[in-house]
């Protein structure tokens, strides 16, 4: 489950960034801001979704 802050700090980001942000990369820029010590479970989360696209 996405912790609901995280996911309400994502979405004011990608809209103050405008159209080249997706809601992935939001959320993990949301989450590391206010815990920086999921860094790598946060690139892993990224790296998922690159391997998928493929």
Known sequence: ???PRT???A???AADFGEGMDARTAW???RLARHPDE???AMAY???DRR???
């Open 1 to 3: 489950m996405l912790a």
């Open 7 to 9: 996911t309400w700090q």
């Open 11 to 13: 979405r004011r980001l």
């Open 28 to 30: 993990v820029m949301a």
């Open 39 to 41: 860094h790598d479970y």
């Open 46 to 48: 990224l790296d998922d």
């Open 52 to 54: 998928t696209a493929n």
